[in-house]
């Protein structure tokens, strides 16, 4: 996870924006990773000094006529928002009025607004920062490595920023002397590259460096090899898994 990642989830998480598995996981979280409970605290200071800020007001008509809105139904929706919009361009003209000889004088009213409009670029950042996330963590590109059963044993995934992970779907070690060996193929004047080598099927960022990693109909395929990989820079063992890249939706 990237520094951005996990605070853009220290900030859902103070905000209550997270299903209850994901809060769950960032509970246990908090209590292993101090970095990221440090980060927990400090987005509930702020949501804490925000609050404290703003006065309690008894719920406005506005806020009735949207309740109103939700049941009466689509139909209803629109006149129900004009009123409302034609009833808060009324009362922000009336506070415009009102205060407008009196802001200079009244720090806590500055200090107010201040951080009304801090919550809006904190709300803003948050909102950014989860889509920018959620586009980052979703790949353009994945392979389904089969067997010669065609059992699926294992996904590659390519996204857009260059990188690929390999993440197994069933278990799967390499016998004692030797190691499997991942490797793609896009152009077969080149032939193989290696791009990860292990002892047993684990999630793993890929070795693409370099390797144009996000061609459709790109081959990855895992072999067996002796211990330290293929002496000749070439797969030598048998297949154990192979499979094409195909373009998600998402990505295209």
């Known amino acids: 996870m990237t520094e951005a990642e996990k605070e853009a989830l220290a900030a859902e998480y103070a905000l209550g924006l997270l299903d209850a598995d994901q809060a769950a996981r960032c509970e246990t979280w908090l209590g292993s990773d101090p970095d990221f409970a440090d980060r927990v605290e400090s987005w509930r200071r702020n949501m804490i000094e925000i609050d404290m800020a703003a006065s309690p007001e008894p719920p406005t008509e506005a806020l009735w006529q949207r309740i109103e809105t939700g049941i009466a139904g689509p139909q209803a ?20 009025k009102r205060w ?13 607004l201040g951080l009304t409009a801090a919550a809006a670029c904190l709300a803003l950042a ?41 993440v197994p779907l069933e278990a799967l070690s390499a016998p004692e002397g030797k190691s499997l060996q991942v490797w793609t193929l896009w152009d077969r004047a080149r032939g193989p590259v290696s791009v990860g080598l292990l002892e047993a099927m684990r999630s793993v960022n890929l070795t693409v460096d370099g390797l144009p990693a996000t061609i459709p109909e790109q081959l990855f395929e895992v072999t067996l090899e002796p211990a330290g990989g293929s002496p000749t820079g070439r797969p030598t063992g048998p297949i154990l898994m192979k499979g094409n890249a195909a373009r998600t939706e998402v990505g295209t």
């Open 100 to 112: 407008s000889g009196r802001l200079w004088s009244h720090l806590p009213a500055w200090r107010a």
């Open 126 to 166: 948050v909102a950014l920062a989860v889509q920018t996330r959620d586009i980052a963590r979703t790949p353009i590109l994945v392979a389904v490595m089969m067997s010669d059963e065609n059992r699926p044993l294992a996904l590659v995934n390519a996204f857009r920023d260059g990188r690929t992970e390999l």
């Open 77 to 96: 929706q629109a006149q129900a928002q004009m009123q409302v919009a034609s009833s808060l361009h009324g009362a922000a003209a009336k506070a415009r």
